[in-house]
């Protein structure tokens, strides 16, 4: 798993500031909008596509899309879509995006050129958008592995994380439910969205989210979706062993199948 992005949705360095974070020589501190890529049994599969999946990819070198899953239809997570149309031309099928109906909705309404069915824009995307169940244990076989939605909640609404082997990703939450709690035992790596040191609406905080990598359990755990109050070297300094923030370009291995 390669953290394409560990940024909130400002972004860091953040337009206009000048902190010492948005400012600081640390390559860690720079941080893109949240997404990861997954590379197992040589297939690459996304979560989220946000405004910076096109600079994502090219950094990482990776030429090659066979599945999105999407988390929720925030901006940050889905405005890099269209970046996804020359990786789907000349494949002999059509690429599969996987999202809840409301995700889907959004999607299909900003994107409309790429999924009308008259007047069809010439180079759109080729993708197929398939929504998925809402409930607890969905499941979604993938090239090899299985991937289980995890909803959490995220201010007002219950967006998807998602399980897949050894590994949970469960970014933009403040709070997880029990049933989903209950779905994240015995995990190598856990990925937890940590924004700032004070609690905010819809973003689970630093403390917040050390307390629930304990609860979990995870062998490791690492924050992301991070904003511009959390400094990469004196943060993680001060974080519990086995805990670390995640920063733009980490790859990390676990048993997905």
Excluded at 99 to 108: G, K, L, N, P, V
Excluded at 195 to 215: C, G, I, K, T, Y
Aim: proline fraction near 5%; hydrophobic fraction near 35%.
């Amino acid at each position: 798993m390669t953290f394409l992005g560990t940024g909130t949705s400002m972004g860091v360095p953040t337009l206009g500031c000048a902190c010492e974070v948005c400012h600081s020589p640390d390559k860690r501190n720079e941080r893109t909008r949240s997404s990861v890529a997954l590379r197992y049994n040589g297939k690459t599969v996304l979560i989220d596509t946000g405004p910076d999946f096109r600079h994502q990819l090219l950094r990482e070198g990776i030429t090659q899309i066979d599945a999105v899953l999407y988390t929720h239809g925030h901006a940050d997570h889905v405005l890099g879509f269209d970046d996804l149309r020359p990786l789907t031309f000349g494949k002999p099928e059509s690429t599969p995006l996987y999202a809840d109906d409301s995700t889907a909705t959004i999607i299909e309404r900003i994107f409309e050129y790429t999924f009308r069915k008259q007047n069809r824009y010439p180079t759109s995307a080729r993708v197929d958008l398939h929504r998925l169940s809402t409930e607890p244990g969905t499941m979604l076989s993938l090239f090899g592995a299985q991937f289980e939605r995890i909803p959490v909640i995220h201010g007002r609404s219950t967006i998807a994380g998602y399980r897949f082997g050894k590994a949970a990703y469960l970014t933009d939450m403040s709070d997880i439910p029990t049933d989903s709690l209950n779905r994240l035992k015995d995990l190598d790596v856990l990925v937890l969205d940590a924004l700032r040191r004070e609690p905010h609406p819809s973003h689970s905080h630093l403390d917040n989210s050390v307390r629930l990598s304990l609860q979990i359990g995870a062998k490791r755990t690492y924050f992301t979706h991070i904003s511009h109050d959390l400094d990469h070297a004196a943060t993680e300094a001060n974080l519990p062993e086995g805990t670390f923030l995640a920063y733009d370009g980490l790859s990390v291995e676990f048993a997905i199948a």
